[in-house]
Structures are given as structure tokens and as C-alpha cells.
């Protein structure tokens, strides 16, 4: 009965943006990691974007810093991920992730295996 429901992917050109919304239910994304990640035809799954919803220190890898933006609201049991300067190499299909408990992701973030539940991911096609 946990799900983590995925939304906002579509078609974007090159250099525009979209913010993507991980949705839970049945269970609260309180003391967790939400990682988000992507993977494209013939690439291995990447971490992109990871949060901690107990004290909202984020992690972003190198391929994607400075572009893109995670957040939470607690209050809706929601986490986003906002994608700017987006990049054709950005195609792919995004999940969320959620580790259940705390990890200091500063230093290194749960690994794929260790997330307890994950969306069925969304499309994102960046493309002109």
C-alpha cells in the first residue's frame, strides 16, 4: 500500500525547465532520504538529486549541480525536484527513491539497493 507516485516529466527544448513532484501515501517521508534518480536507454541508473527530509541537507552530484533544486514539503508529504538548463543528455526516466531513516548524505547517500520503496518513474525528454 506505499507508493511513490511520480508527475511533471513531459517534452522540454534545450535549456528549459520542469519541475517534477514525488508523491507518497502510505507512508510518511519524515527521517528519510528521497533520492532522486534517472536512467537512460543504455546507461546505468544515476543519482541525481538526494534530500533528507530530517533536516533538509541536499546532495547533488556533479552532472547536475547548479541546475537542479530538490525540496520537500513535509506538509505534503511531497518531494520536488525543479530541473533547469536542461540539457539534451538529461533525457531520460526519472524516479524517486525513499530510505527509511537517516543517513548523513554529505558524505555518501543510500545506494539504489538500499531504498525501501520506489515510483514507477516519469519521462522527461528534453528535445527540439
Known amino acids: 500500500q506505499v507508493q511513490l507516485v511520480e508527475s511533471g516529466g513531459g517534452l522540454v527544448q534545450p535549456g528549459g525547465s520542469l519541475r517534477l513532484a514525488c508523491a507518497a501515501a502510505?507512508?510518511?517521508?519524515?527521517?528519510?532520504?528521497i533520492g532522486w534518480f534517472r536512467q537512460a536507454p543504455g546507461k546505468e541508473r544515476e543519482g541525481v538529486s538526494y534530500?533528507?527530509?530530517?533536516?533538509?541537507?541536499?546532495y547533488y552530484p556533479d552532472s547536475v549541480k547548479g541546475r537542479f533544486i530538490i525540496s520537500r514539503d513535509n506538509a505534503k508529504n511531497t518531494v520536488y525536484l525543479q530541473m533547469n538548463s536542461l540539457k539534451p543528455e538529461d533525457t531520460a526516466v526519472y524516479a524517486c527513491?525513499?530510505?527509511?531513516?537517516?543517513?548523513?548524505?554529505?558524505?555518501?547517500?543510500?545506494?539504489?539497493?538500499?531504498?525501501?520503496?520506489w515510483g514507477q518513474g516519469t519521462q522527461v525528454t528534453v528535445s527540439s
Open positions: 527513491a525513499a530510505f527509511e531513516g537517516r543517513r548523513n548524505i554529505a558524505t555518501m547517500p543510500p545506494r539504489p539497493y538500499e531504498y525501501d520503496y
Open positions: 502510505g507512508v510518511t517521508l519524515d527521517d528519510s532520504v
Open positions: 534530500i533528507s527530509t530530517s533536516d533538509g541537507s541536499t
